[in-house]
């Protein structure tokens, strides 16, 4: 049984399709079998790693049918990584699925007949507490909560952990995986009193890795490539090396 | 009458809510009634104005019943600046209003009882194209669209700009009050790239005026404050007082 990871975070433009993408990349380089679940009608995770617009819009399938997860299934550029791509007619299909009455398990019984070919599934998520997530959060073992030291992330960090919580009702061995830090600032003082206080409140779930800001790395999306492939030698690249090395051996420990 | 923009990006972490806050701020300043309605779950436009937890979620009586709107608005530190704050109960609220032949109408039924009293209402969307910014689509005049000069801001780009397009459906005399750059960094190549492509595509509807990064813009909600009140000399003030002058100064010609 693959280990299921969600990115979640309702607060927009933390950073989660960003580790998505380059924490995938690191577990598949680091000899892991794994598949990236683009849950995002915006499907970032999927224009990120180069799949081309046609080829888009399996995980719709896979949610509304899912014995077509197989086929729905794209490989990457990366040995050892595939992806279910997203596509915008996500937003279409949340309004639909309301009315049903396993909408929220749709995810789960989309990955089950996949679920013996990978080792890890990371599942990128939307900003909202919405459907998706809600899937997400039914089916996955833990949540890794990326966050900006900022304030209004902050704000939000209270309501993510509220959601898993309520989550656990459903799938009692839900956890949370961890709280990474991004786009932090070394000579922002702000962002230090920040990080600070999140150690103070969630200790041991906090990460030690911190992906610092770095233009490379809002770079490499646009380049179809992931940062690794993109600019290996960058404070990026070595944070994410640094966050797949933690995250590899926190498995190891549990 | 006044004149309703709602401040849209279904892109997360764009600038909306700085924007909303900033803008409705100017606005009041430069001498015209002003109503901020935060519509995002998070509440951060309520928090970022330093509204106490305990007197939001007036947003969600409003929806719920549009006689309700005005003992729910709260003024704000700002004269002639009022606000109808969030709650993250709006995130049950979206679920319960599913099924609801009206769930679209809400917004413009709570809007009619308020709107002698304003001259401008903003409208602090979250970053989705659900429920709730289809309710501020269909009760504004127009939508202001932040975005970063990013990669996947871009790619987001043509998701809004259809979105408001099939919003004129229900509401004919939507259209696109302008496009905002922010977070803007001079000094990378990527930025200028960006920014050209913008608006080389969108011409006119992008503003001269350009927001820079700058972490002022970014540790003044932590202390309840608009960016005129905390750091009135920073550049992000700057940016903000140039946006406003260019908004008024549009209408004027229209
Ligand atoms: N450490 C970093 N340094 C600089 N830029 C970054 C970093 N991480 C992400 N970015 C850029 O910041 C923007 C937001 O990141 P990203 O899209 O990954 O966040 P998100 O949480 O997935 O957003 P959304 O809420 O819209 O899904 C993107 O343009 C991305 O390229
Ligand atoms: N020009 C700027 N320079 C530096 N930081 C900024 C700037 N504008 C906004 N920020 C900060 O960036 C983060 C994202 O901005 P903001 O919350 O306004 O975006 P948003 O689009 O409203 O996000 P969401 O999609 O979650 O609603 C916030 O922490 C904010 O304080
Ligand atoms: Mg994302
Ligand atoms: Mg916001």
Redesign the interface.
Known sequence: RPKIIALAN?????GK?TTAINLAVGIALAGKRCLLVDLD????AS??LGIAIKRRGGSHFALISPDSTEQAIVPTMIDGLDILPSH?SL?QL??EL??TSDRERRLQMALIPVSTRYQYILIDC?????LFPANAFLCCDSVLIPI?C???AM??LA?ILADVEKSKRMNSCLRVEGVLLTMF?PE?V?AHEVADEVRTHLGELVYDSIVPRD?AL??A??HGKAILQYAPRSRGARGYVELTRELLMRQNSN
């Open positions: 309702q607060k927009g433009g933390v399709t009608p915006q499907a970032n224009s990120g915008p937003v949340e309004r309301q009315g939307p900003p909202s507490l919405g900006q900022e304030y209004y704000e939000g309501q600032e922002s702000f233009v809002a770079e999306p646009s």
